[in-house]
C-alpha cells in the first residue's frame, strides 16, 4: 500500500442506487457521505466525478455483493463491471472487496442506534453507510499487510 495511499472512496454498488463513504489509512474509519441514484445500474457519472474532484481520492473501492458461499453472483459481476468502468473513466486505482453482509451489518447498525426500523430504510439509506463498513473492511485488510 505504501505511505502514499491516503484517502478512498468507497462504493456500495446497486442497480438504483450507490452508496458513497470516504476513507483514509491513517486512522482506518470510513464515514458514510451519500447515495447517488442510478438507472439499472448506471450512475450519473458526472455526480461521480464531481465527488472525486471534491474528495481527491488516490483509490476507489467497490463492494463485490458474492453469494454466502463466496462464489461470484449476477450483481457481483455488475459491480466488477462498474469497478471497470470507473478505473477506465478515471483512471485511479480500483480494488474490489468481499462486502457479503455490509447491508445486513448496515440496516442492523441503523436498527440498533434507533434510527432505522425496517419501514424507514427509505427515510435513512442503509447504502452510503454499508460503503463505509465496507471501505473500512478494505482498510482493515490494507493494515495487516504492513
Given amino acids: 500500500m505504501g505511505a502514499s495511499l491516503q484517502r478512498v472512496l468507497g462504493f456500495d454498488y446497486g442497480t438504483r442506487q450507490i452508496g458513497v463513504a470516504v476513507g483514509q489509512t491513517l486512522t482506518g474509519h470510513a464515514n458514510p457521505l451519500k447515495e447517488l441514484r442510478a438507472r439499472d445500474g448506471i450512475p450519473d457519472w458526472d455526480q461521480i466525478g464531481t465527488l472525486l474532484k471534491e474528495w481527491q481520492p488516490d483509490a476507489l473501492i467497490v463492494g463485490l455483493p458474492l453469494n454466502m458461499d463466496g462464489s461470484p453472483s449476477e450483481m457481483s459481476a455488475r459491480a466488477e463491471k ?65
Avoid: I, M
Fill in 82 to 146: 462498474f469497478a471497470r468502468r470507473l478505473h477506465g473513466r478515471f483512471q485511479l486505482p480500483v480494488h474490489c472487496v468481499d462486502e457479503r453482509l455490509s447491508t445486513f451489518e448496515a440496516k442492523q447498525t441503523l436498527r440498533d442506534s434507533g434510527r432505522g426500523a425496517p419501514a424507514s430504510y427509505r427515510d435513512n439509506p442503509v447504502d452510503s453507510l454499508a460503503a463505509a463498513l465496507l471501505l473500512e473492511t478494505w482498510l482493515a485488510g490494507q493494515k495487516e499487510k504492513e
